[in-house]
């Protein structure tokens, strides 16, 4: 099955910094990639996603790219603000009836005032 | 767009007691629906997905089990609950419009004493 590894396991940053959260997965047959974002006691909340016909995806601070050739992709968030601080999960799933997302096992980002 | 509803929003159960939760979906018609479970400051584990009624998949060998009784419903259950089983439970909803992108209720924070 897929197997999606995450670095670092925790990111502190100051406010204003940029953060970067980097996963590979290990089947190239995977084609979707979302990010999700928790916060604390919270319910995981997707933030952007990529699939495998886009290089890269932005969404005002927020911006995933992807190198298949590499099987890895990364979440850009530029403009850190305290309120980015919270758990994030990246995930990559087989193109397959079922949908399985395989999850990274999580960042816990911290911004700093 | 799809709504996700999950009760009990939290649950303390003695260990041995029995377990069920519910988790429902509303806006949408045969989704595929998802159980994972998130232990303290952990990952998402993918426990059960079903792609439709009374198709169920178990990913984690344990001792709950769960049941898909109509297309928006999905249950989780167990006979005779460990301390183990304490977590943050998560239904989750995906293959919609035939994509790939995963949706999360609001969960149940379960407490075995």
């Known amino acids: 099955g897929e197997n999606v590894e995450q670095h670092p396991s925790t990111l502190s940053v100051q406010e204003g910094d940029s953060a970067v959260i980097k996963c590979t997965y290990s089947?190239?047959?995977?084609?979707?990639f979302p990010w999700y974002k928790q916060e604390l006691g919270k319910r995981p909340q997707l933030i952007i996603d990529?699939?495998?016909?886009?290089g890269e995806k932005k969404d005002q601070r927020i911006a995933v790219t992807l190198n298949k050739t590499a099987k890895h992709f990364s979440l850009h968030i530029t403009e850190t603000q305290p309120e980015d601080s919270a758990v994030y999960f990246c995930?990559?799933?087989?193109?397959?009836?079922?949908?399985?997302?395989?999850f990274g096992a999580g960042t816990t980002v911290t911004v700093r005032a | 767009s799809q709504t996700i509803h999950q009760w009990p929003a939290t649950l303390v159960q003695p260990v041995g007691s029995p377990l069920s939760l519910e988790c429902t979906v509303e806006?949408?018609?045969?989704?595929?629906l998802y159980w994972y479970r998130q232990a303290a400051g952990r990952g998402l584990q993918l426990l059960f997905y079903?792609?439709?009624?009374?198709?169920i998949s178990s990913e984690v060998p344990q001792n709950l089990s769960a049941s898909r009784p109509q297309d928006r419903q999905f249950i989780l259950s167990s006979k005779k609950l460990l301390l183990s089983d304490s977590g943050f439970y998560l239904c989750?909803?995906?293959?919609?419009?035939?994509?790939?992108?995963?949706?999360f209720g609001p969960g149940t924070r379960l407490t075995v004493l």
């Open positions: 995930a990559a799933s087989l193109r397959s009836n079922d949908y399985k997302l395989s």
């Open positions: 089947d190239s047959a995977s084609n979707y």
């Open positions: 990529i699939r495998s016909n886009v």
């Open positions: 806006g949408t018609s045969n989704p595929n």
């Open positions: 079903s792609v439709g009624i009374g198709q």
């Open positions: 989750a909803a995906g293959g919609l419009g035939s994509t790939d992108t995963q949706y």
